[in-house]
């Protein structure tokens, strides 16, 4: 059966936490509607033991946090998942992240270590005014791959979304339009073509067969 780790920041002292949470919030409820298997972590108990070892258990992990080229970590900036945790536990899974920069150091590192899906971006991920567009944006790649649609479909039917929610922001705040636009731009969306969620597995079937204010 698959199963979905949700880890977020929506601790009140982070800046952009309502954000992470709203994300959060919309993965689960794309969870349910596909009658997804999930469980959440969030702070005071996201660290590295509670999201990278529980990837044993889980063939996909959805991360909303404050990241840099390394990693992704929690409200004390300590390390979640990163080039220097122990990563095992990600290989033939997946990871769909809304952090910044990650996709620099952090995703060479864990498709080095047999990771099969990665989502996130190669610069900051800004996040200003209205959130709406940026969650339906962001998120709306997994809710096609959590639909079972493969990852070409999914990383199309996001470069639409992304087009979408674009078109909507130039006629109602252009400003904003343009950090959308970035958004876009630093996109990573990696995998095999014709992957998709039962591609995925938990350690036990394989042994059977800059989000930082507006910048970061």
């Known amino acids: 059966m698959n199963k979905v780790l949700i880890a977020y920041n929506n601790d009140t002292g982070t800046i952009l936490h309502d954000f992470m ?24 108990d996201m660290n590295e033991e509670n999201v990278v070892g529980a990837m044993s258990e889980h063939q996909l992990c959805f991360i909303a946090g404050h990241g840099d080229d390394d990693g992704i970590y929690n409200e ?8 220097h945790t122990t990563n095992y536990n990600f290989s033939g899974k997946g990871i769909y ?3 910044c920069s990650c996709a620099r ?9 047999g990771l099969l899906f990665f989502v996130g971006y190669n610069d900051a991920f ?20 959590l639909s079972g649609s493969n990852i070409k479909t999914s990383k199309e039917k996001m ?19 343009v950090d959308l636009v970035h958004n876009k731009e630093a996109l990573v969306f990696e995998g095999d073509d014709a992957l998709d969620i039962s591609s995925l597995h938990n350690n036990e079937s394989a042994s059977e067969n800059q989000l930082t204010g507006v910048n970061g």
């Open 159 to 177: 470069k639409v979304t992304f087009d979408e929610q674009i078109a909507i922001l130039s006629e109602t705040d252009p400003w904003v339009a």
């Open 126 to 145: 800004i996040v200003r005014g209205e959130r709406e567009p940026f969650v339906v944006s962001a998120l709306s790649g997994l809710k096609s791959f």
């Open 21 to 44: 949470e709203s994300c959060a919030d919309e993965a689960k409820q794309i969870c349910a509607d596909n009658g997804i298997e999930f469980s959440s972590v969030c702070p005071p």
């Open 105 to 113: 150091n952090l995703y060479p590192h864990l498709k080095g270590l």
């Open 76 to 83: 004390d900036d300590a390390e979640v998942v990163s080039t």
């Open 97 to 99: 992240s809304v952090a």
